[in-house]
């Protein structure tokens, strides 16, 4: 819950400094939320403005025609039968004084009405003469000064009619914008302009942000996610809590993520290109989707380990009961009155063949003819499922070593432990809206999670926000979480991910994680030492994962904050 915004945020009051991160955030996203603007353009301005543009919309629709298109698009738009959320006035150029006196006197605008928008649309030329040539000075560009004073610039208001019914559809569809800089005052009470960055729809607006402007170069895709619930009574939503209904907002994110993921994509098939992008995954997001993996983790295994796990839970309770502990709450866990919705079933040490026949033996339902042949196919699906997995999370190890530029320095993650665990979701009509499992971050290292190729409901939280991993299903590719552990182990590079299960429609989920935890002797896990030095002093003591996890369990700390009772005194200073 570090922001407020889910894009990136520039301090206009912090330059020269903010420059590098005003340029990463051009390139990366296309836009920022700009804070600390007040000097150009005062709070109060701002508010005045929104209450002039609120009166204008009042006016009667025959004075709203008045405001003319002068070059084409740039006059009043009328809410359509195709559109009719969306209605807009316009007024071009903004950088003319005798254009911005028609617009006022189209629209019958009273003196103090015309005195605000003068005012606002100077200020904002200003600010947008300023970014110009910051933006000029960030790219480099020196001695050859750009005249952005000399620049045209339109200004549009827009008003969008959402209604109960609208909830969930477009009030303007996913665009760019075709100009060069666009400035935004955004709705503080109301959010829905998303962002398109990594194949999702980022949401902008995520807290009330007053008095910030959106900068968007070029690359701004708004689109509608959803209305706000505005105006409904306490007392029903007080009630459709208690019903655990499903969050409407959700289940329209949902719908309308126009891609199949909404959290980064790597391609596994495409490395070492990938690379920078995968970096840049775990440490702002800690996940990603990955996929081509099928020379690691063939498709016919992923369905065949589907079968098989599914035949695993229909095994009689007494069976499934026999998946005893090896570590802490790493065997059987059977559906309870707290969680009914939730039932698994582990194997530790993965990495271990020896761990994996014990697993598979102890399942293993002898007491028919086929016993035998059954308890064959399963051992092997099993044994190769975790085998690849476990290839697939060394791999990935070695790619992050290489991405945090950590040489000669190898880390031997053939001797590392792992667990494995299925999941089942029992859910059902009442349990929509329920947690199947609460917010939490993994405790070990990475995860990669084959998830239900036909459900969803795992959601990451970003920003301040959980956002829903599943949008279509996407067979043959796998989840990848950074735990707690690989925090640690970056010196606090990497983001460990927090997240949840939630029940979003009455069926049964599939889920296999599978955590590589830390090296097998149990030796400890600290900072690798290429990352530390006298301006990153290590930021953790030294720990095990069995110590970490004790850790977690005593404090009951799950969602990562455990990892702070390991600071080093110096990084507390
Ligand atoms: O079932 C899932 O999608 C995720 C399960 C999970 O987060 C876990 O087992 O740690
Ligand atoms: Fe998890």
């Known amino acids: 819950m570090a922001t407020k915004c889910s894009n990136p945020v520039i301090d206009f009051h912090d330059f020269p400094n903010q420059l590098p991160k005003m340029m990463a955030a051009c390139e990366e996203w296309g836009c920022f939320r700009l804070i600390n603007i007040h000097e150009v353009l005062p709070s109060l301005l701002m508010t005045e403005m929104k209450?002039?543009?609120?009166?204008?919309?009042?006016?009667?629709?025959?004075?709203?025609?008045?405001?003319?298109?002068?070059?084409?698009?740039?006059?009043?738009?009328?809410?359509?039968?195709?559109?009719?959320?969306?209605?807009?006035?316009?007024?071009?150029?903004?950088a003319s004084s005798g254009d911005v006196e028609k617009f006022c006197s189209q629209l019958d605008a009273t003196p103090h009405q015309k005195e605000v928008i003068t005012k606002y649309v100077g200020a904002i030329r200003e600010l947008s003469i300023k970014i110009g040539e910051k933006l000029t000075k960030g790219l480099g560009v020196k001695g050859e000064d750009v005249a952005f004073e000399n620049w045209s610039g339109q200004f549009r208001i827009n008003k969008y009619h959402f209604t109960h019914e609208s909830v969930g559809c477009s009030g303007i569809q996913i665009h760019t914008d075709s100009s060069f800089l666009t400035i935004l005052q955004d709705d503080d009470g109301v959010g829905a302009l998303e962002v398109h960055k990594s194949s999702s729809f980022i949401p902008v607006y995520l807290e009330e942000c007053e008095n910030t402007v959106i900068n968007a170069l070029e690359l701004v895709q708004a689109r509608v996610a959803r209305g706000r619930?505005?105006?409904k009574d306490k007392k029903k939503k007080a009630e459709e809590a208690k019903q655990c209904k499903f969050p409407k907002f959700l289940r329209i994110f949902l719908d309308i993520m126009a891609t199949k993921c909404s959290i980064p994509v790597i391609d596994f098939h495409d490395f070492p290109n990938q690379l920078p992008k995968m970096m840049v995954a775990c440490e702002e997001w800690g996940c990603f989707r990955l996929i081509n993996i099928h020379e690691v983790l063939p498709s016919l295994l992923m369905t065949e380990m589907k079968s098989v796990v599914r035949s695993l839970f229909d095994l009689p309770a007494e069976i499934k009961r026999r998946n005893i502990d090896v570590i802490?709450?790493?065997?059987?866990?059977?559906?309870?009155?707290?969680?009914p919705l939730y039932e698994s079933l582990g194997l530790y040490d993965f990495a271990s063949s020896?761990?994996?026949e014990k697993f598979c033996s102890k399942l293993d339902a002898t007491p028919h003819q086929n016993g035998l042949?059954?308890?064959v196919h399963l051992w092997e699906v099993i044994t190769k499922y975790v085998g690849a997995i476990r290839e697939l999370s060394i791999k990935i190890g070695e790619k992050l070593t290489k991405g945090l530029g950590v040489k000669g320095e190898d880390v031997a993650f053939e001797n590392w432990s792992g667990q494995f665990r299925i999941n089942k979701y029992h859910f059902t009509r009442e349990s929509v809206g329920c947690s199947g499992?609460?917010?939490?971050?993994?405790?070990?290292f990475l995860t990669i999670l084959q998830d239900d190729d036909g459900v969803g409901g795992l959601e990451v939280h970003k920003s301040g926000r959980f956002i829903p991993v599943y949008v279509d299903p996407w067979p043959n590719t796998v989840v990848v979480n950074l735990d707690d552990l690989a925090k640690l182990w970056s010196n606090g590079r990497l983001h460990s991910v927090k997240h949840r299960v939630q029940c979003n429609e009455a069926t049964t989920r599939l889920s296999f994680a599978s955590f590589l935890v830390g090296p097998r002797e149990g030796e400890a896990i600290e900072p690798l030492a290429q990352l530390v030095d006298v301006d990153h002093?290590?930021?953790?003591?030294?720990?095990?994962?069995?110590e970490y996890r004790k850790l977690r369990f005593s404090t009951n700390l799950h969602t990562g904050e455990a990892l702070e009772l390991l600071h080093t005194p110096s990084s507390e200073n």
């Open 437 to 444: 499992v609460q917010i939490h971050t993994d405790s070990g």
């Open 354 to 356: 020896g761990d994996v």
């Open 537 to 546: 002093p290590p930021l953790y003591v030294p720990t095990t994962y069995a």
């Open 373 to 375: 042949h059954i308890f």
């Open 51 to 94: 209450s002039v543009v609120r009166s204008l919309f009042d006016l009667p629709v025959e004075i709203k025609r008045r405001n003319l298109g002068v070059i084409a698009e740039s006059g009043y738009v009328a809410p359509t039968a195709t559109n009719p959320l969306y209605e807009s006035l316009g007024l071009y150029d903004l």
């Open 229 to 231: 619930e505005k105006g």
């Open 328 to 339: 802490a709450e790493s065997g059987y866990v059977p559906p309870t009155a707290t969680n």
